[in-house]
């Protein structure tokens, strides 16, 4: 099992940025395709980015496409997100999510919140106009 912790949350006017970082503890050694997904007040968790396991292979939601950038570092079993153009809209509490991949599946990215195993706590991020 792994635990996943975020970092970098915090309050931000529009069209400005934050990173997010998440770090992994635990069974680290396993191999885990990463997301981020966020839960805006009164809404469903919504898919944000995730990257494989490799790094080599990311994907965007449509609303983040451009202004959002995602990363890992697997060496410091670490994962970001850096926001920037930032919109009220973005409003949300941001989730680190991991699944666990076989050694065979490096690319491999995962955009349906329901494939993830492991979630940290979650950081929120707040957009003012």
């Known amino acids: 099992q792994v635990q996943l912790l975020e970092s970098g949350g915090g309050l931000v006017q529009a069209g400005g940025s934050l990173r997010l970082s998440c770090v992994a503890s635990?069974?680290?050694?396993?191999?885990?395709?990463l997301g981020w997904i966020r839960r805006a007040p009164g809404k469903e968790r919504e898919f944000v980015a995730a990257i494989s396991w490799s790094g080599d292979s990311t994907y965007y939601a449509d609303s983040v496409k451009g202004r959002f950038t995602i990363a890992r570092d697997n060496a410091k079993n670490t994962m970001y997100l850096q926001m920037n153009s930032l919109k009220p809209e973005d409003t949300a509490v941001y989730y680190c999510?991991?699944?666990?991949?076989?050694?065979?599946?490096?690319?491999?990215?995962?955009?349906?919140?329901?494939?993830?195993?492991?979630w940290g706590q979650g950081t929120q991020v707040t957009v003012s106009s």
């Open positions: 635990g069974r680290t050694a396993s191999r885990y395709a």
């Open positions: 999510a991991a699944k666990s991949v076989p050694r065979w599946n490096s690319d491999s990215v995962y955009t349906r919140v329901v494939e993830y195993d492991y």
